[in-house]
C-alpha cells in the first residue's frame, strides 16, 4: 500500500475529532472518504499532511513510518495536497501560482518539462498563464489548485472536497480531470468529499466517515448499491 493510515485518533483540546480510523490507498488507485460536514475528513487530511498531530494511530506513506515526521519534512516527500477552497494566490499570475509550487524541488526536475505536460492537461492554464488568479473563475482556480499540487510530480495526491462552492457543471469537469489523471496518467489519488455520487463514481474504492469513524467500508460500485449510503448521500 501507497498510503496506510491505522488506528488513528485525532482531537482538538480533549474533543475527539477522528477515531480509530483505518483506511489504506494502493498505487495507482483512486479512494475515496466520503462524510458529511464535521464528519472529520479534513482532520484525516491534515494529519496525514503532518498539520495536526494524531493523539494515537500510524500513518505509512511510501515504506516508510512517518507518523512523527515533521511537516517541512513531510513537504519533502512525494505527497501533495489540494486544500479545501482551492487557496489560489491571488495576486499572484497563475504561471507564478504554478511556479510557487515548484518551489524548492530537487535541482533534477524538470519544471518547464511539467509546465508542458500541466498545460497539455489543463489547456485553460496555458492560456491564462499571465492573467492574475484571482480573475479565474471557481472552476480553473480548482484546475489550477490541483496543477499547482502536480507540478511537482507527487506519488500521492490528496484532494479535500474540491466540489465545494462549485457549479454542477463544473464538478463534472473537475472530478473528469481526476479521473483522468488516475486512470490515465495513474496518479494515486486520496479524495475526502461531501459529494458522494460524484466520487463514489470516479474512484475504485470508498470509506464512509461517520462522526469520525469508518462506519462502511468497500468498492465504490458496491457504496454506490448499498441502501444505507443511497438514503443518507445519495438521496435516493
Ligand atoms: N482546529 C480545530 N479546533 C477545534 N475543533 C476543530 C478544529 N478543526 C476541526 N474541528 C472539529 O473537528 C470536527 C471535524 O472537523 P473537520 O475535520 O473539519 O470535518 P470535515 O472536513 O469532515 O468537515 C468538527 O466537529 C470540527 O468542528
Ligand atoms: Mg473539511
Given at each position: 500500500?501507497?498510503?496506510?493510515?491505522?488506528?488513528?485518533?485525532?482531537?482538538?483540546?480533549?474533543?475527539?475529532?477522528v477515531?480509530?480510523?483505518?483506511?489504506?490507498?494502493?498505487e495507482?488507485?483512486?479512494?475515496?472518504?466520503?462524510?458529511?460536514?464535521?464528519a472529520?475528513?479534513?482532520?484525516?487530511?491534515?494529519?496525514?499532511?503532518?498539520?495536526?498531530?494524531?493523539?494515537?494511530?500510524?500513518?505509512?506513506?511510501?515504506?516508510?513510518?512517518?507518523?512523527?515526521?515533521?511537516?517541512?519534512?513531510?513537504?519533502?516527500?512525494?505527497?501533495?495536497?489540494?486544500?479545501?477552497?482551492?487557496?489560489?494566490?491571488?495576486?499572484?499570475?497563475?504561471?507564478?501560482?504554478?511556479?510557487?509550487g515548484?518551489?524548492?524541488?530537487?535541482?533534477?526536475?524538470?519544471?518547464?518539462?511539467?509546465?508542458?505536460?500541466?498545460?497539455?492537461?489543463?489547456?485553460?492554464?496555458?492560456?491564462?498563464?499571465?492573467?492574475?488568479?484571482?480573475?479565474?473563475?471557481g472552476?480553473?482556480?480548482?484546475?489550477?489548485?490541483?496543477?499547482?499540487?502536480?507540478?511537482?510530480?507527487?506519488?500521492?495526491?490528496?484532494?479535500?472536497?474540491?466540489?465545494?462552492?462549485?457549479?454542477?457543471?463544473?464538478?463534472?469537469?473537475?472530478?473528469?480531470?481526476l479521473?483522468?489523471?488516475?486512470?490515465?496518467?495513474?496518479?494515486?489519488?486520496?479524495?475526502?468529499?461531501?459529494?458522494?455520487?460524484?466520487?463514489?463514481?470516479?474512484?475504485?474504492?470508498?470509506?464512509?466517515?461517520?462522526?469520525?469513524?469508518?462506519?462502511?467500508?468497500?468498492?465504490?460500485?458496491?457504496?454506490m448499491?448499498?441502501?444505507?449510503?443511497?438514503?443518507?448521500?445519495?438521496?435516493?
Amino acid at each position: 500500500m501507497l498510503l496506510e493510515v491505522s488506528d488513528l485518533f485525532v482531537s482538538y483540546g480533549g474533543v475527539e475529532a477522528v477515531s480509530q480510523v483505518s483506511f489504506s490507498v494502493g498505487e495507482g488507485e483512486l479512494v475515496s472518504i466520503i462524510g458529511a460536514n464535521g464528519a472529520g475528513k479534513t482532520s484525516i487530511l491534515n494529519a496525514v499532511m503532518g498539520l495536526v498531530p494524531p493523539s494515537r494511530g500510524a500513518i505509512r506513506f511510501d515504506g516508510s513510518d512517518i507518523t512523527r515526521l515533521a511537516s517541512h519534512l513531510r513537504a519533502r516527500s512525494r505527497m501533495r495536497i489540494v486544500p479545501e477552497r482551492a487557496h489560489v494566490f491571488a495576486h499572484l499570475t497563475v504561471l507564478e501560482n504554478l511556479l510557487v509550487g515548484a518551489y524548492g524541488l530537487r535541482k533534477s526536475m524538470d519544471v518547464q518539462q511539467r509546465l508542458r505536460s500541466l498545460y497539455e492537461f489543463f489547456p485553460v492554464l496555458e492560456e491564462r498563464s499571465s492573467q492574475l488568479a484571482r480573475t479565474l473563475s471557481g472552476g480553473e482556480q480548482q484546475q489550477l489548485s490541483i496543477a499547482r499540487a502536480l507540478i511537482s510530480d507527487p506519488k500521492l495526491l490528496l484532494v479535500d472536497e474540491i466540489s465545494m462552492g462549485l457549479m454542477p457543471k463544473l464538478v463534472e469537469t473537475v472530478f473528469q480531470a481526476l479521473h483522468d489523471l488516475n486512470r490515465r496518467h495513474g496518479l494515486t489519488i486520496l479524495l475526502v468529499e461531501q459529494n458522494a455520487l460524484a466520487s463514489l463514481k470516479i474512484a475504485n474504492r470508498g470509506y464512509v466517515l461517520e462522526a469520525g469513524r469508518i462506519a462502511l467500508e468497500g468498492d465504490a460500485a458496491d457504496l454506490m448499491r448499498d441502501a444505507g449510503v443511497r438514503e443518507a448521500y445519495l438521496g435516493i
